[in-house]
């Protein structure tokens, strides 16, 4: 890859998933620009050899000087918000955010030297479905952020013709666990994330999980979701940057390793760590599926790329290193 020729923009570049794209693409020696209004995102996960844009994707004026100035051939959208629960009381600020924003980052593409545009969208855009969901299932949103996902899928590719650029949709299962740089990982727990979860219990004197539901259609009554490392998460990006340049064609691809767990698999992998841990059964929150797992065919042949973190020890215990190095921080 031409390395001088890439300079990537990354909104939401400050968080959790951000932080891991740029800091696997600076290993690659590519330009990054990262635009996060730091909402949810943290000044301590920016990589020193990124470039730091302290704004809003509402924004159009700044976006748009930023693309122009820096000449960005490639945006990668991750900037929004995360909460499936938070998505269902507060309905606008969640449309503004990640639909209008959206909409906005995509306005900040026409007649620019963008022909690139990769979005984080989410496995949620499907609902709730039986076995392993390809990407040519119809999309079934059950919550609001959901609805926020799909919303900005349709208007990337409303927008792909017009304002010239390709793009790739990403549906990313449950991200988890953290870099072996040992550097960055999830701050905070705002999206109340059951790994993320488990390794702050780790720590506890008395830890305690608590899961949401347990009469839905499964194999033991809770949730089943497929989890995949941060870190292969963020070498995707790598690939379709890659695939961008080569091929110069939009397309849509599941992200997960095709594997479901169920959230009392993972919250007894926790108590065999830790005798005490006490596993409390509360109500269904609304807006969850019973299940999703990805059909990841169509990745594998385009890409022939190989996962390199796919067991759910090694995305936990990432994930607990970092949660002790966190508490040192
Ligand atoms: N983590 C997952 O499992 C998962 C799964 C599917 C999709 N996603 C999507 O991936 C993206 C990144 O998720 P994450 O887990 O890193 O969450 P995160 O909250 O750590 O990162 C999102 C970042 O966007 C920034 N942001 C929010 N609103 C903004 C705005 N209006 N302008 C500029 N910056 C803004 C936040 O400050 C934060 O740094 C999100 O769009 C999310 O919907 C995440």
Not at 2 to 20: D, E, P, R
Not at 98 to 112: P, Q
Not at 177 to 193: C, P
Not at 311 to 325: A, G, P, Q, R
Request: net charge positive; aromatic share 10%; charged share 25%.
């Amino acid at each position: 890859m031409n390395n001088k020729a890439n300079k990537i923009l990354i909104t939401g570049g400050a968080g959790y998933i951000g932080s891991h794209v740029a800091e696997r693409l600076i290993n690659s020696k590519l330009k990054i620009i990262a635009f996060d209004n730091l909402s949810r995102g943290n000044r301590k996960l920016i990589n020193k050899k990124t470039k730091f844009i302290k704004a809003d994707v509402n924004n159009l004026r700044k976006l748009k000087k930023v693309i122009s100035e820096n000449n960005v051939n490639t945006v990668i959208h991750l900037g929004g918000l995360a909460s499936v629960a938070e998505s269902l009381i507060r309905k606008k600020k969640y449309y503004i955010n990640n639909v209008l924003g959206t909409l906005n980052v995509i306005k900040a593409c026409d007649k620019s030297s963008v022909k690139n545009f990769i979005y984080s969208s989410s496995c949620s855009v499907y609902g709730n479905v039986e076995g392993n969901v390809d990407e040519k299932k119809k999309p079934n949103p059950k919550s609001y952020y959901a609805y926020t996902k799909f919303k900005s899928e349709n208007l990337i590719k409303k927008f792909s013709k017009k304002y010239k650029y390709k793009y790739i949709i990403l549906r990313y299962f449950n991200v988890a666990g953290a870099s072996n740089s040992g550097k960055i990982g999830e701050i905070g727990n705002k999206n109340d994330r059951l790994i993320k979860n488990l390794a702050i219990q780790y720590f506890k004197k008395n830890p305690k999980i608590n899961i949401h539901g347990s009469n839905y259609k499964t194999k033991d009554g809770t949730c089943i979701r497929d989890y995949i490392h941060v870190s292969d998460i963020a070498d995707i990006h790598y690939q379709c940057i890659k695939y961008l340049n080569k091929y110069s064609k939009s397309n849509i691809f599941n992200c997960g390793y095709g594997k479901g767990y169920s959230v009392l698999e993972i919250a007894n992998i926790l108590k065999k760590m830790k005798k005490e841990t006490q596993i409390n059964f509360m109500k269904k929150r609304p807006g969850d599926v019973g299940q999703v797992k990805a059909n990841i065919n169509k990745f594998k042949k385009t890409f022939k790329w190989k996962p390199k973190f796919n067991s759910i020890n090694k995305i936990l215990n990432s994930s607990i290193k970092w949660e002790k190095k966190l508490n040192h921080l």
